[in-house]
């Protein structure tokens, strides 16, 4: 970590304080770390990312921690992680099923995360400094469902449309909500979290409306036509 600049954001801000309040306990330690693609990756998460102080919410490891919280009890009736139920119920175990090696990284600045598949490939997740430091809480879920998206199979199909923040007519978007992409899963759990979500607060909930139109408006080639 020696060799990455940051500067940590407003806690309060980010969800950061809130969230920390209850990670800072062995089981929760304990089960995000062997449930969430952490575990065997020692190397990866120590030297100042967090591993040595896992509630430090400075430092990265507390802070994907506190996405990983999020993910796992933001909806009422959390015990339910059936595919009938809502993406808010079962979002937590598409990301435990498609992603089993999570890393981190310093990065180059020019991705919040990259998911890595296919023949010849060691099948990972990486995690940057713009995820830590530049997402809130509620963000970062979205972004691990997002890549967990990409393990599973789906690849982005289209550039990003005219306009848009991502970089208009660069490669990277979704072609179409039907398509059911890591966009269209990312936005969809922001939009069930601010509708339903739990055990959070009212400014998160708003910024995952936030996000969740920002995305709408800019990452897909074809508006789905609706915002939250």
């Known amino acids: 970590m ?16 809130f969230y920390g309040a209850f990670i800072c306990d062995q089981v929760y330690i304990d089960y995000f770390w062997n449930t969430y693609g952490f575990s065997g990756n020692k190397n990866y998460w ?3 990312f967090g591993w040595d102080d896992p509630c430090n919410t400075d430092q990265p490891l507390a802070r994907t921690f506190n996405a990983c919280y999020l993910l796992t009890y933001s909806a009422e009736d959390y015990f339910n992680d059936s595919w009938n139920s809502p993406i808010l119920n079962w979002g937590r175990r598409y990301v435990r099923n498609n992603i089993d090696d999570l890393r981190s990284k310093c990065g180059d600045g020019s991705a919040i995360a990259t998911a890595f598949s296919g023949v010849f490939v060691n099948d990972r997740v ?15 879920a ?22 848009s923040i991502y970089g208009e007519g660069n490669s990277g978007a979704d072609s179409s909500w039907d398509y059911q992409g890591a966009w269209m899963y ?12 739990a055990r959070t607060t009212s400014a998160m909930r708003e910024r995952a409306r936030q996000i969740g139109n920002r995305d709408i408006d800019n990452a897909f080639a074809k508006h789905p036509g609706f915002s939250i």
Do not use: I, Q
């Open 46 to 48: 120590d030297d100042g």
């Open 126 to 140: 990486e995690l940057y400094l713009g995820f830590f430091y530049a997402e809130s809480v509620v963000e970062r």
């Open 2 to 17: 020696a060799t990455c600049t940051y500067t940590v954001p407003n806690k309060n801000a980010s969800g950061d304080n």
């Open 186 to 197: 990312g936005v969809l759990y922001l939009w069930w979290f601010y509708a339903a979500g």
């Open 142 to 163: 979205a972004t691990l469902l997002h890549e967990a998206r990409h393990m599973g199979g789906k690849s982005h199909n289209a550039d990003f449309p005219a306009g």
